[in-house]
């Protein structure tokens, strides 16, 4: 009798370490802390203006998969501070690029011969066949240099996003410290989600 006790306490004793650990709280699990955070750049603005407070959910991708839309924050290795960035592309996604002539007068392969040089230059990203758009619905803009980057995963990879790869932007539609500079990213340097 004595040793069943001692074994139903040190059950009752386990279970309240995982509990710890996982952070259960009323039945739900929960794998991350929450941060408050500043925003220090500008390529969410329209979405979340420099200097507001944000709460993050760091760690919340260790039980949590990452979505199409959330916004997250990323470890980038030439920044001491985490980047604010949204997901648009996540594995499976099937993407390219579409030169443009970028007075919007008509798409690449329609301009005449003079305009050769613009379509080559500037270009949309094509995400499940659909240009992709910050949140005011003006289309993303990649340069010649970040066409060159991205196009490496686009040959190397046929067109679709890898397993645990993510195609990351700011919200302005060029200009951002994001995947069209330093291209897709792993999740394992994807810190956590900004709940609010």
Not at 15 to 32: D, K, N, P, V
Not at 108 to 136: P, W
């Amino acid at each position: 009798m004595k040793e069943m006790k001692r074994s139903y306490a040190f059950s009752i004793l386990g279970f309240a370490a995982i509990g710890i650990i996982l952070g259960t709280t009323g039945g739900q699990s929960r794998c991350y802390t929450e941060e408050v955070k500043t925003v220090r750049g500008s390529s969410l603005s329209g979405l979340v203006e420099p200097g507001t407070q944000i709460t993050a959910a760091m760690g919340y991708y260790a039980c949590n998969n990452i979505q199409r839309g959330d916004i997250v924050l990323y470890h980038f290795g030439g920044s001491t501070e985490p980047l604010i960035k949204i997901v648009k592309a996540i594995p499976g996604d099937e993407w390219s690029l579409r030169p443009i002539d970028p007075r919007g007068r008509l798409p690449a392969g329609q301009a005449g011969e003079d305009d050769k040089e613009i379509e080559e230059n500037i270009s949309h990203i094509i995400v499940n066949n659909r240009v992709l758009e910050n949140s005011l619905g003006e289309p993303y803009r990649v340069n010649a240099k970040e066409a060159k980057l991205l196009s490496l995963y686009l040959r190397d990879y046929g067109g679709v996003i890898q397993k645990s790869a993510y195609l990351i932007l700011g919200n302005t539609v060029s200009g951002s410290t994001d995947s069209r500079r330093f291209g897709l990213v792993s999740s394992r340097d994807i810190l956590g989600k900004v709940l609010k």
